[in-house]
C-alpha cells in the first residue's frame, strides 16, 4: 500500500456516543419518576384520611390527567423558551458575521490561539473556516454559545415524553385499586417495584450500577410517600 493511499482512507471508528442533546431523556425520567412518586404520594395521602377506593380511584386519574398537562405544558415552555432564546443569540451571530466577517475572523483566531493553536495557524484555520458563510455560523455557534444549531431541542418531543412518562408513572399506584384493592399495601408493593425498575433503567442507561439508580429511587419516592401518608393520616384523624 502507498503512502498516498494511506493517507486518504478514512479512518476507523472504534466507538460511538449515544445521544445526549436530543431532549428526551430528561423530561421522560423526570416524567416517570414524578408520576409514579407523586401520585404514589397522593393515593397514599387519600388513603390515609379514610378515603373508600372509588374516592381513590378518582383522586389518582384527576393527578394523573393534571400531572401530566402541567408537566408537557411546563416542559413546552421552558424548552420553546430555550430555543427562542438560542434562536435569537443564533441570529445575532449571523448578522454580526455578514456586517463584521473580518472582526469575526480574528475573533475565530484568538479562539483557537486560547486553544493552544500557534498564531499563524489559528489565523489560517479561522480564514478557510470563515470562507464558507455557513461553516463559519456553526462555528461561531458552537465555540460562542456551546450549541449545535442544527439540533436544537424540540419543544414538542420534550412536552410529548413528559405526558406519556408521567402518565405512565403515575398509573403504576393507581392498578391495584383499579382492580378492587382496599389498602395501600398492594399500591405500595407495586410502586416500590416500579420505582427500583425505572431507576435502575435510568442508572444503567446514564452507566451507573443498576442497584445504584433503583435504590436512590426507592429511598425519595418512599420518604415522598411516607410523609403525604402521615399528613394524610393526620388529617383524617382529626376530621373525623
Known amino acids: 500500500m502507498t503512502a498516498d493511499?494511506?493517507?486518504?482512507?478514512?479512518?476507523?471508528?472504534?466507538?460511538?456516543?449515544?445521544?445526549?442533546?436530543?431532549?428526551?431523556?430528561?423530561?421522560?425520567?423526570?416524567?416517570?419518576?414524578?408520576?409514579l412518586v407523586s401520585n404514589f404520594a397522593l393515593v397514599a395521602g387519600v388513603v390515609g384520611g379514610g378515603a373508600t377506593g372509588k374516592v381513590v380511584i378518582m383522586t389518582g386519574l384527576a393527578g394523573l390527567v393534571a400531572g401530566a398537562c402541567s408537566m408537557a405544558s411546563g416542559e413546552f415552555t421552558s424548552v420553546s423558551s430555550q430555543t427562542e432564546l438560542m434562536q435569537a443569540e443564533i441570529a445575532i451571530e449571523?448578522?454580526?458575521?455578514?456586517?463584521?466577517?473580518?472582526?469575526?475572523?480574528?475573533?475565530?483566531a484568538m479562539?483557537?490561539?486560547a486553544k493552544g493553536l500557534r498564531p499563524e495557524l489559528a489565523a489560517e484555520v479561522a480564514r478557510e473556516l470563515t470562507s464558507n458563510p455557513a461553516v463559519a455560523l456553526d462555528v461561531h455557534v458552537r465555540e460562542e454559545l456551546?450549541?449545535?444549531?442544527?439540533?436544537?431541542?424540540?419543544?414538542?418531543?420534550?412536552?410529548?415524553?413528559?405526558?406519556?412518562?408521567?402518565?405512565?408513572?403515575?398509573?403504576?399506584p393507581l392498578l391495584p385499586f383499579l382492580?378492587?384493592?382496599?389498602?395501600?399495601?398492594?399500591a405500595l408493593v407495586l410502586s416500590a417495584l416500579g420505582?427500583?425498575?425505572?431507576?435502575?433503567?435510568?442508572?444503567k442507561i446514564t452507566a451507573r450500577p443498576f442497584w445504584y439508580g433503583g435504590g436512590r429511587q426507592l429511598l425519595l419516592g418512599g420518604l415522598s410517600a411516607a410523609v403525604?401518608?402521615?399528613?394524610?393520616?393526620?388529617?383524617?384523624?382529626?376530621?373525623?
Open 195 to 203: 420505582l427500583v425498575v425505572t431507576g435502575g433503567i435510568v442508572g
Open 5 to 35: 493511499v494511506a493517507e486518504t482512507e478514512t479512518p476507523e471508528i472504534h466507538h460511538s456516543h449515544r445521544d445526549v442533546t436530543g431532549g428526551w431523556l430528561r423530561p421522560a425520567t423526570f416524567g416517570v419518576m414524578d408520576g
Open 179 to 186: 382492580f378492587g384493592a382496599v389498602s395501600v399495601l398492594p
Open 111 to 113: 479562539m483557537y490561539e
Open 94 to 108: 449571523r448578522r454580526e458575521l455578514e456586517i463584521h466577517p473580518e472582526e469575526e475572523e480574528r475573533e475565530l
Open 228 to 240: 403525604t401518608f402521615a399528613i394524610g393520616l393526620a388529617v383524617g384523624t382529626g376530621l373525623s
Open 146 to 172: 456551546g450549541v449545535d444549531p442544527n439540533d436544537l431541542p424540540s419543544p414538542w418531543v420534550a412536552a410529548g415524553s413528559s405526558f406519556a412518562a408521567f402518565a405512565v408513572g403515575a398509573v403504576i
